[in-house]
């Protein structure tokens, strides 16, 4: 099964719950890798990107900061399933430029000395930007956008989500029964109800 298939079966009502369940706890599956010894990356919040010396910033969802090298790269996660078809070629991400921000992100990608990620009382040198989307319709498509873009890095949900689970990440696992129980409990009441 792939990551796409479980939110694109017959029934659209089906898709449309289930995206929206999965984008409820999206940025904790982030966590949950980022915090893995095994992960590349640690999360060191939500950042806001800035040209150096601009006083305003864009907000962005992450900084990732390479546990090897310690550089700190802007991140933009777009995991909307149902809106963001598997990744296949630079015109889905071309949709996106229209915004202040994602135009800034995509700005640090190409020349990140240009720019500063503040988180906190914090500031960091960019060392360019990482895109994750929800999945990729081949491995050759993660390559040809990370060039296109220059991006650092391109991930996918269903990459990270494969990690945790082949790492056997006892986090992910644990928000995994969690969530399931919450909903269980959430219907199982709503039954109850007089």
């Not at 796409?4 to 898709?15: A, E, M, V």
């Not at 989307?133 to 949900?157: C, G, H, M």
Request: aromatic share 12%; with cysteine; glycine share 4%.
């Amino acid at each position: 099964m792939t990551f796409n298939s479980l939110f694109h079966p017959t029934d659209p009502d089906r898709s449309r719950f289930l995206n929206g369940l999965f984008n409820l706890f999206a940025r904790d599956v982030i966590r949950c890798w980022t915090t893995d010894p095994q992960c590349a990356y640690t999360n060191l919040g939500k950042p806001t990107l800035r040209q150096t010396g601009a006083a305003r910033g864009s907000p962005l969802d992450f900084a990732f900061q390479e546990r090897r090298k310690q550089q700190v790269f802007a991140v933009v996660m777009l995991s909307d399933p149902l809106d963001n078809t598997p990744l296949k070629d630079p015109a889905q991400i071309e949709a996106f430029r229209s915004t202040r921000t994602f135009a800034a992100f995509l700005e640090a990608a190409q020349k990140p000395a240009d720019f500063t990620l503040g988180i906190g009382s914090s500031e960091y040198p960019a060392a360019g930007s990482i895109l994750i989307w929800s999945s990729f319709e081949s491995k050759k498509t993660r390559a040809v956008i990370r060039k296109t873009y220059a991006f650092q890095d391109v991930l996918s949900l269903e990459d990270i989500v494969r990690d945790l689970i082949q790492w056997q990440n006892r986090d992910f696992q644990m928000l995994l029964d969690r969530r399931a129980a919450w909903c269980y409990d959430f219907f199982r009441s709503i039954r109850q109800l007089k």
